[in-house]
């Protein structure tokens, strides 16, 4: 098994501003992903962490909103810039093992 | 990675057996049934996964119907704590040489009522 922490466990930040979640995983993990749950809402992948390459955004998430870094195999961090309300959710990183995937608890983000 | 429809909430009586159906017509040969559920303000958890045929562990049981075109997942005596949003997804297995993300769709609210 995996075990995932995550900071912040919340916030509540300003609109503009930038905020930079941290993933911590205790062993090493080829793949990680971020995932959004928008209040009320399902999980929605933001992008793929690959150490040593760029992440893979899927459909509707851009790197210059959730820059992601991934500098070695237990750690990755996402950030969410020049937020607005709508970015508002939790945010979860997650790794696959074996069959399985873990996930952290989970950051939650208002932004006022 | 197939689709899959699941009722949006059910109850279910503590002690009692809570049966999740879900539906995946169109899952392919080399996909498997996973079962995740996600309390409250918590992440989601890993619960127990499938090819084709049922499988057993110390949380659940997964039913899966000989077409493989739907399955149920048994909580054999629900507890209070067990009240979550329960996710089946349908997805190739890690045979399929690569790490891959899960696709979550809305999922069933279970409530266990005392």
């Known amino acids: 098994s995996a075990v995932i922490s995550q900071k912040p466990s919340r916030d509540i930040c300003q609109r503009g501003t930038s905020l930079t979640i941290q993933c911590q995983v205790d062993?090493?993990?080829?793949?990680m992903f971020w995932y959004r749950q928008q209040p009320g809402q399902s999980l929605t992948l933001i992008a793929t962490a690959n150490q040593g390459s760029e992440a893979t955004y899927e459909s509707g998430f851009v790197i210059d909103k959730f820059p992601i870094s991934r500098p070695n195999l237990t750690f990755s961090t996402l950030t969410v810039s020049n937020m607005s309300p709508e970015d508002s959710s939790i945010y979860l990183c997650s790794v696959g093992l074996e069959d399985e995937q873990f996930f952290g608890p989970g950051t939650r983000l208002t932004v006022l | 990675d197939a689709k899959t429809t699941q009722p949006p909430s059910m109850d279910c009586a503590e002690g009692r057996a809570a049966n999740l159906p879900c539906n995946h017509s169109?899952?392919?040969?080399?996909?498997?049934v996973y079962w995740y559920r996600q309390i409250h303000s918590q992440g989601p958890q890993y619960i127990i996964h499938?090819?084709?045929n049922n499988e057993t562990n110390e949380m659940a049981s997964l039913i899966i119907t000989e077409d493989r075109k739907s399955s149920t997942l048994i909580l054999p005596h629900a507890t209070l704590r067990d009240t979550a949003v329960y996710y089946c997804?349908?997805?190739?297995?890690?045979?399929?040489?690569?790490?891959?993300?899960?696709?979550f769709g809305s999922g069933t609210q279970l409530t266990v009522l005392p």
């Open positions: 062993s090493q993990v080829t793949m």
């Open positions: 997804i349908v997805r190739v297995g890690r045979a399929s040489g690569s790490a891959r993300q899960l696709t």
């Open positions: 169109t899952i392919s040969g080399n996909e498997y």
């Open positions: 499938g090819l084709k």
